[in-house]
């Protein structure tokens, strides 16, 4: 393997990968810079599925040797409303719709809950594929729960509402390099590496 192609649109995402593999002495190119422009349609079932189907679709166009394309599904799912948003996280309330808006509008679903049944987890699925199909897939992730307003600037999406016991704040609260070491990307991402490495990849 000579080069990483992600196959993601978020750059919120894509900074947390770089950040997290920064330490790879990999070429990783987001999909833009590689050139590709593609609208997936994502429409698997679980979080590998999609993770799939987007590494697969992103592998399809390249001609190149040597080239693994990974992709990152993830979501929230909060056990108190069914594992909403999960595999719909990006798409809930619509997909152009600001978080701000999407974080009030689950705290407000959530209104009364008790703690104890705000549990809530953060998924990530990192697929692997090359032109000839899917290589593997890894899934990591981050057990937490829903707390009652929002906080904190770091992060992206739903880490505002989403706090840990341990350190008793928000994933937004956590400096960029916790994020990455306690979470479920980073978790995904490791067992990745792991697993391409053993599989000689
Ligand atoms: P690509 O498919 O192009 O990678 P996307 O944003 O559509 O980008 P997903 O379908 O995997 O990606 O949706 C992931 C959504 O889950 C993301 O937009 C956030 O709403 C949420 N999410 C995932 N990881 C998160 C994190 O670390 N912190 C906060 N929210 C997260």
């Known amino acids: 393997m000579k080069k990483i192609i992600f196959a993601t649109g978020n750059q919120d995402k894509m900074g947390e990968i770089r950040s997290i593999l920064s330490d790879w002495e990999m070429e990783i190119q987001s999909m833009r810079e590689a050139g590709i422009e593609l609208e997936i349609v994502e429409d698997g079932q679980s979080f590998e599925e999609n993770a799939s189907i987007k590494a697969k679709a992103v592998a399809a ?5 040597g080239v693994v394309v990974l992709a990152d599904d993830s979501g929230l799912e909060i056990d108190y409303l069914g594992k909403e948003p999960g595999i719909y996280s990006a798409r809930y309330l619509g997909e152009d719709t600001p978080y701000k808006i999407k974080n009030q509008k689950i705290l ?14 953060f998924v990530c699925a990192i697929a692997a594929a090359d032109k000839n199909g899917e290589i593997c ?8 729960y829903i707390g009652w ?21 928000s994933t937004a609260e956590l400096s960029p390099e916790l994020k ?3 979470s ?14 053993e599989m000689a990849v």
């Open 184 to 197: 479920h990307r980073g978790k995904a991402l490791f067992a990745m590496r792991q697993k391409l490495a």
């Open 137 to 144: 897939v890894t899934r990591g992730t981050i057990e937490g």
């Open 149 to 169: 307003e929002p906080s904190g600037a770091h992060g992206f999406g739903y880490d505002p509402i989403f706090y840990l016991d341990e350190y008793g704040c």
């Open 61 to 65: 166009q390249v001609q190149e040797d």
């Open 108 to 121: 407000e679903r959530m209104n009364g809950v008790p703690k104890e049944k705000r549990t809530a987890r």
């Open 180 to 182: 990455n070491q306690l």
